[in-house]
Structures are given as structure tokens and as C-alpha cells.
């Protein structure tokens, strides 16, 4: 009995060891993880009413960005744009969505762009692109986060010969 409680004292001191891990702290924890999170994607698109029903995360995606260059198209088709530039067919805008569900549009143009007006251009597209439906923002660990991306806007098709 003696030996016995030898040996558990001896293996209580000796077992220690195992019950004093170094637990990281806090800041590391949270640099190791603010690392693995891919900041570049987002794990929610955003997406207007007509497309939340689709399931597929791409067809989503797609859905709202075919609606967003639909919605731009009408609204700079009643507009003088392609009779004021008729060499100007397509037009990048870029569009950021806010976690609020606020939109942003800026017109992109290229490095050359002395051909046409961009301020009255950008002026232009301020003044008509209004008045869009709600955009349920894109999500990020399910908090809404800011996003943007480029749309090509086609102002007029490319006549047939």
C-alpha cells in the first residue's frame, strides 16, 4: 500500500505537466483567424427580390446581375446619351452596394477618354440612375458588408450590316 501511494504521488506530480498547455491569447486567436478569412469573396452575393427565390448560389449571382444591367439599360435608354455620343455603345459602371442597402454608381472610363464628356457623361448617369428596387446587401459571416463590381452597360446595339 505504501508503494502504491508512492506511486500517485509520484504520478500526480509527474501528470502536471499535461494540465499546463499554453493557451494562446486572445490577440493571437483572433490575428489567426482575422488570417484565414478570405477577404475577397463573400459568402452571400447581393440580391434584389425577383432572384432570392433561386437556391443556387451562381444562379443567383447571375440573376442580380442581369437584373442590375437590365434596370440600367431602361433607365439610360430614354436618355440623349447615345445621340449626344454615338461612338459610345457600352459603358462600365462600377456599383457599390453599401451594408445599409445604399447604391453608388460611377461611370469607368478608359484611360483615352477624351473622344466624349465624361463629366457630362457622369453627370448624366448621376441624374438617371434613381430609384432602384431594394438590394438586400452582400454577407460576410452573416454581418451585411460593403461590395463592389463593375457592370458593362450596353447604350445601344452594334447595328447589323
Given at each position: ?36 478569412i ?9 440580391t ?7 437556391a ?23 436618355d ?60 460576410k ?12 452597360v ?8
Amino acid at each position: 500500500m505504501k508503494q502504491f501511494s508512492v506511486f500517485l504521488v509520484f504520478l500526480f506530480f509527474n501528470s502536471c505537466q499535461y494540465f499546463e498547455k499554453q493557451v494562446p491569447s486572445e490577440k493571437e486567436l483572433l490575428q489567426k483567424e482575422l488570417k484565414s478569412i478570405n477577404w475577397k469573396e463573400v459568402d452571400e452575393y447581393p440580391t434584389v427580390a425577383e432572384c432570392e427565390t433561386i437556391a443556387d448560389e451562381k444562379q443567383r449571382q447571375k440573376c442580380f446581375f442581369d437584373v442590375m444591367a437590365k434596370l440600367i439599360q431602361e433607365k439610360l435608354d430614354i436618355d440623349t446619351l447615345s445621340i449626344l455620343y454615338p461612338e459610345l455603345d457600352t459603358i462600365e459602371v462600377k456599383v457599390t452596394v453599401f451594408p445599409n442597402s445604399k447604391m453608388v454608381f460611377e461611370p469607368q472610363f478608359p484611360k483615352d477618354s477624351v473622344a466624349y464628356d465624361t463629366i457630362k457623361i457622369d453627370s448624366i448617369l448621376h441624374a438617371r440612375l434613381v430609384d432602384f428596387p431594394k438590394v438586400n446587401p452582400a454577407i460576410k459571416r452573416g454581418i451585411p458588408v460593403k461590395t463592389q463590381f463593375i457592370l458593362p452597360v450596353i447604350i445601344k446595339e452594334k447595328e447589323q450590316k
